[in-house]
């Protein structure tokens, strides 16, 4: 399968919604806690070890930041993790502001990749997430990170478990994926392409 994502290109940081570029176009956003594998997802996905910054700190993700594609009209953006990071509780309330400011502010959001860990995932912050999108009505795809680090049938049950809970929702979608060993690339760009690509 042809991968688009590798032309990525970075294209700016924004501390706050108004800062980012020109809401035209298309553009999905990638989601999660602080230590979901957030980073290393988008550069397994673009083939670019340094397009986002990994850390084995996490929460230092602290700005929107945006990489364009082919062309500056379709983005994908990589958001401030959440729920985890080791920071003062000041900080913490402007990262929440500013996204829930993005989320619910950018007309050019057609998705969200929200990215959980496969061994704990639907925690209070994803469940936060997912009603927000159902109420908004707005498309999900979630990824369940460091399926390496389970057995294939422990993470099959997982992703199953997802599923059902979801299954009324027909906007909330779910995988297995793992960066580590290069699974569920993919079905992840299927999902990218119908949203960036297809729904024009």
Not at 178 to 185: D, F, N, Q, R
Request: a positive charge; glycine letters at 6%.
């Amino acid at each position: 399968m042809k991968n688009p994502y590798r032309s990525a290109q970075f294209l700016q940081s924004a501390p706050t919604l108004a800062q980012c570029p020109e809401d035209t176009g298309a553009e999905v956003a990638f989601a999660g806690r602080s230590n979901a594998g957030k980073s290393s997802a988008i550069n397994t996905l673009t083939g670019n070890k340094k397009m986002a910054k990994t850390s084995k700190t996490p929460g230092r993700t602290q700005l929107i930041n945006l990489f364009a594609l082919d062309c500056e009209q379709r983005r994908l953006v990589d958001l401030p993790g959440y729920g985890y990071a080791k920071v003062s509780k000041s900080l913490k309330q402007k990262w929440d502001q500013h996204l829930s400011e993005y989320l619910q502010g950018r007309v050019s959001l057609r998705g969200l990749v929200l990215l959980m860990d496969c061994r704990h995932p639907l925690q209070p912050f994803d469940t936060m997430m997912l009603d927000w999108s159902i109420n908004r009505g707005m498309p999900v795809h979630i990824l369940l990170t460091k399926s390496d680090k389970l057995a294939k049938g422990p993470a099959k049950s997982t992703l199953l478990k997802v599923q059902k809970q979801f299954q009324d929702q027909p906007q909330i979608s779910a995988q297995l994926f793992s960066a580590l060993k290069k699974e569920g690339i993919e079905e992840l760009i299927t999902q990218l392409n119908l949203w960036l690509y297809e729904q024009e």
